[in-house]
Each structure stands twice: as structure tokens, then as C-alpha cells.
């Protein structure tokens, strides 16, 4: 491996610490350094791989200088790995500003896969999975929220949340009001002893966690929209109104006139069809 001058994104454990890939540990132990997003969460990982490695904190609130900072080591030669406390790094998690910093600078980036709440969950939440879209965090703010929930409506595809405990009973709320009785899977604890999928539905979800009983870390799988196949009316099928009407009685201009109303054809076209 060629450590000069290269940002490696590293994805560690979600919860069972034994999912940590061996080129996870082999990079986290040959890179100068460690850009963690909370370098006591690291350090636990660290010491239970036995590595010893500097380390400097990229977080939220320090990511822009932090990341100028990290990006002018890589340049002068150094190796780094960015590690989050859990997953992959820049899925609702700090990196996604360092790793464009370093796309604009032309600095080599690697990927060192490790898994990531949301691809696990979908794949045990037992719906569709061809196509899917990550929502990632849902708003608190009750207004983004329902503009967020609104505008997904209409969604066939599969919708992945990112969900803290104290939250769900107003999501849980806030999805049967939006979307109706959906299919729901909430996949909690995952790799960790406690694991659960809670495969259910929005309406059975809101009675049995509404009072935001659940706890641990979960993520929320939605069901996405069936959208009915509208079957186009034809002129044949507005004539046959206006034949129906006809027969009880209406006037074949009246009935044309009607037929024409519901089904949206021109009254002249069906009056033809029935002289
Ligand atoms: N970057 C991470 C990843 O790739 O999985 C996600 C970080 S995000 C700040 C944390 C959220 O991920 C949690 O609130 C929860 O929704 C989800 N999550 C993380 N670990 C989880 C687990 N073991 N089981 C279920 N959800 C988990």
C-alpha cells in the first residue's frame, strides 16, 4: 500500500465490534493519523485493536478549518483515515465536507467499506429493495418535517429514516398522518445483542410505540406509495354511458351532454356515435 499524500475512509462496526474488516484494522494502524469525529469513541476501538495513533477530532462545528487543517497535512505527504464513532463516515456523519475539501485539492481518496445502518436495514426490513431513497435524519423542526413527509407522497420507492428514540413517537405520528396504513419496518440494535426487526405497519407502529417506549438505535424502513394504474376512459366507454342513460329515460343530447361531463369527451363525438 502507497500511504503517501491519501485520505482513506474507513467504515467501523455499528455495534458488534467483530464486523471491523482486517484492511479496516491494517490502514487504521499504517496511517499518520486518525480524523475522528469523537476521538474517545476511537480510542475505545483503538485500544481494543491495540493500535496507538495520533489523532485530531473533525466534527460538526470544527469541519471547515479542521478540514483545511487535515487537507494541507495530505498534501504535505501524510496519510489520514476519517473514522465516525459508528458506520461510514459521511452518511449523517462528519466527512462529506472533508472528502469534497479533498476532491477539490485532487487529493487521493481511498474506501475501506465497513458497514452502515442503512444498507443493513434495508436489507432485513423484507421490502423492496431494487430501488430505495436514504432520507437520512428527519427534521425537528415540525414544519420541515411535514414539508419533508409531504413531499415524499408520491414515493415508490423504498424510504430509509434515520431515527433517534426520543423522536419516534412524534415520527411514528407524523407517518400514518402523511402516508396512511404503510408497511413499516423499524430495525433496532442492529449486530448488537439486542438486535430486533419490528416488521409492522404505520397504523400498528403508532399503537404499540406512539409512547415512544422503544429505545436503543433504530432505523425506519417505509413502504413505498402503490400508485394505481389509472385506466384511460374511451370514447366506447362514454358512449356506453351515455347508452346506459338513455335507456332510463334521457335524451340522447341530454345523455351526450352528461357522458361528455364525467369522462371528458366532446358531447358532439358521443352524440355521433349514438345517432
Ligand atoms: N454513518 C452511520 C452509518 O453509516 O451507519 C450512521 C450515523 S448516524 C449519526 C446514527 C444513526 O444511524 C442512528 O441514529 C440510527 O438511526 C442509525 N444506527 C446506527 N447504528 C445503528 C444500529 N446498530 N442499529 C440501528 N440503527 C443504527
Redesign the pocket.
Known amino acids: 500500500m502507497d500511504y503517501n499524500g491519501i485520505i482513506y475512509v474507513v ?1 467501523t462496526p ?2 458488534n465490534l467483530s464486523d471491523l474488516s482486517d484492511r479496516a484494522k491494517r490502514v487504521l494502524s499504517e496511517v499518520d493519523f486518525i480524523a475522528a469525529e469523537d476521538t474517545r469513541v476511537t480510542l475505545k476501538l483503538l485500544n481494543h485493536l491495540g493500535i496507538k495513533k495520533p489523532m485530531i477530532s473533525y466534527f460538526e462545528h470544527n469541519k471547515l478549518q479542521r478540514g483545511e487543517e487535515i487537507c494541507a497535512r495530505i498534501l504535505g505527504g501524510e496519510s489520514c483515515a476519517i473514522v ?10 462528519p466527512g462529506e465536507e472533508l472528502i469534497k475539501q479533498c476532491a477539490e485539492k485532487g487529493i487521493r481518496t481511498e474506501v475501506v467499506p465497513g ?4 444498507i ?2 434495508l436489507c432485513v426490513s423484507g421490502l423492496a429493495t431494487g430501488r430505495f431513497t436514504f432520507e437520512g ?1 428527519l427534521s425537528v423542526n415540525k414544519k420541515s418535517r411535514k414539508e419533508h413527509l409531504e413531499a415524499l407522497l408520491n414515493e415508490t420507492r423504498t424510504m430509509i429514516f ?3 428514540p426520543h423522536k419516534l413517537a412524534n415520527t411514528l405520528k407524523d407517518f400514518y398522518d402523511t402516508f396512511g396504513v404503510r408497511k413499516l419496518t423499524i ?6 445483542l439486542h438486535e430486533e426487526i419490528i416488521r409492522t405497519d404505520t397504523e400498528e407502529a403508532l399503537r404499540h410505540y406512539g409512547d415512544g417506549s422503544l429505545k ?4 425506519l424502513v417505509l413502504e413505498g406509495a402503490t400508485l394505481k394504474e389509472e385506466k384511460a376512459v374511451t370514447l366506447e366507454d362514454a358512449v356506453s354511458i351515455a347508452e346506459k342513460l338513455i335507456e332510463s329515460g334521457t335524451k340522447a343530447s341530454e345523455a351526450a351532454k352528461e357522458a361528455a361531463a364525467v369522462t371528458g369527451f366532446k358531447k358532439n363525438d358521443i352524440y355521433r356515435e349514438l345517432i
Open positions: 467504515g455499528i455495534g465516525t464513532d459508528a458506520g461510514m463516515p459521511c452518511i449523517s456523519d458497514p452502515s445502518a442503512v443493513s436495514a435524519f434515520y431515527e433517534a430495525a433496532r440494535e442492529l449486530t448488537k436503543g438505535e433504530m432505523v
